[in-house]
């Protein structure tokens, strides 16, 4: 009982001030809810429902960057050293070069100073400069190795922007001229820049004296050239070390043989003997019925491409030996045998043009490449033919027809070739 009279005193208590209230008066003539024809898609109870009923998406704020454009930091301004300035005029570089490298030294770096009487004070022409001798050679002397280079020879290559086929027998070529080496004359230079320096204070370029070293073949040994006449490859096994080793070196020597109108090349005559101190190495060689391991053994590889290239470039052959037996690099009958003090191969260059050689080696590939004077409508085939007559014996046989822009043919001399051996010389043994 007591508890309803309490709940019926705070009941009253609410509406008196609720009757009292200002804003409670204001908005009692307005319903909590509008009637639904009222409602529409936006109206706050609608969107509280929705927004309880589906989840609202996160917007993500879109980043924006400001991007400014990049200026280059102005230089600062050129500082003009007034004629008190100590650093006026022993700061002002000089220009020291042989024609190809140029340096710029001040003149503070290579020992020079005012001579008595002199200094940033005095009035131009009233001074002079003097040199230190010593630190100038030294300054110069760290000059040397940059300007020192070695002279490259004149060569023939394939004028690859003439040439529409460059596997045909006589493929277009141009001559790339000599460069030559040259050194610098360290006491002709200290002495000519001390000398200019201190003749005349107002110096700043001295050209650099060189020694020159001109190349061995420049290309007025090369005109009449226009062509590469001859071309030849054989492989051979980078592994067999030794062996190699002579190849690589022989051919290195070979490269660049110019060979004069009339003139005789020989393999003997151009390699020299071949020896470890000349940088040979050790291979297999027949010799006496035997195969044995000898300095310079590959030799014959190198001779025998250069047999091949020499006869399709249309060139006399003078000396030609062949093997005891076949050899893996070449059918039988195209090879060519050389051996120190006794075998050679030699060929002669009949045209009124100097004859180029240029070979080189790839990892496992001799390649040879005559060059020379063209003969537009000439034709050289190579005609070559072998049979086996038994184990070990093998006969061969080597010649080209020549077909000249007259259309008249020559059959040269066929080189015959027999090939027999004991089991002494095979390679399986």
Not at 295 to 309: H, K, Y
Not at 313 to 341: C, F, M, S
Request: charged share 20%.
């Amino acid at each position: 009982m007591h508890r309803l009279n309490r709940c019926l005193t705070i009941a009253a208590a609410i509406a008196v001030a609720a009757i009292t209230d200002p804003l409670v008066t204001a908005n009692a003539q307005q319903p909590l809810f509008p009637p639904l024809s009222q409602q529409s898609e936006t109206s706050p109870s609608t969107a509280s429902t929705t927004h309880a009923a589906t989840p609202r998406k996160r917007k993500h704020k879109r980043r924006v960057v400001r991007r400014t454009a990049r200026t280059t930091p102005k230089a600062p301004p050129v500082q003009v050293l007034t004629p008190t300035d100590p650093n006026d005029r022993l700061s002002t570089r000089l220009r020291l070069g042989d024609g190809v490298r140029m340096w710029r030294p001040s003149r503070k770096q290579i020992g020079v100073s005012y001579a008595p009487g002199g200094s940033d004070a005095s009035t131009p022409g009233s001074f002079k400069f003097i040199v230190d001798r010593a630190k100038l050679s030294k300054y110069l002397m760290g000059t040397a190795p940059y300007i020192k280079r070695s002279p490259v020879n004149a060569k023939a290559v394939v004028d690859t922007a003439q040439a529409t086929d460059v596997d045909a027998q006589q493929v277009p070529a141009k001559i790339i001229p000599e460069i030559n080496g040259a050194a610098l004359d360290l006491k002709a230079a200290t002495d000519l820049v001390a000398r200019s320096i201190e003749g005349d204070p107002a110096t700043v370029h001295v050209v650099l004296p060189v020694v020159v070293k001109p190349a061995h073949i420049t290309a007025s040994q090369l005109a009449g050239i226009n062509a590469r006449i001859g071309y030849f490859v054989t492989k051979f096994n980078p592994g067999d070390v030794g062996r190699t080793q002579t190849v690589r070196r022989a051919i290195d020597i070979i490269d660049g043989a110019v060979v004069p109108p009339q003139g005789v090349f020989s393999i003997n005559g151009t390699v020299g003997e071949r020896t470890a101190e000349r940088g040979f190495g050790k291979g297999h060689v027949f010799i006496n019925g035997k195969m044995e391991v000898q300095q310079g053994g590959g030799m014959c590889q190198v001779a025998t491409t250069l047999f091949n290239a020499a006869m399709l470039a249309n060139l006399k052959i003078v000396e030609r030996r062949q093997h005891v037996r076949t050899i893996p690099y070449a059918d039988p009958g195209r090879d060519a045998t050389v051996y120190w003090g006794q075998k050679d191969f030699k060929f002669q260059n009949l045209s009124d043009a100097p004859v180029y050689v240029s070979y080189k080696t790839t990892r496992s590939r001799a390649v040879v490449s005559l060059f020379g004077k063209a003969v537009p409508g000439r034709n050289v085939k190579l005609v070559s033919h072998y049979r086996k007559l038994g184990d070990r014996h093998y006969t061969g046989v080597f010649y080209r027809v020549v077909t000249n822009p007259d259309g008249t043919v020559i059959k040269d001399k066929p080189y015959y070739s027999n090939y027999k051996w004991t089991p002494a010389l095979d390679y399986s043994r």
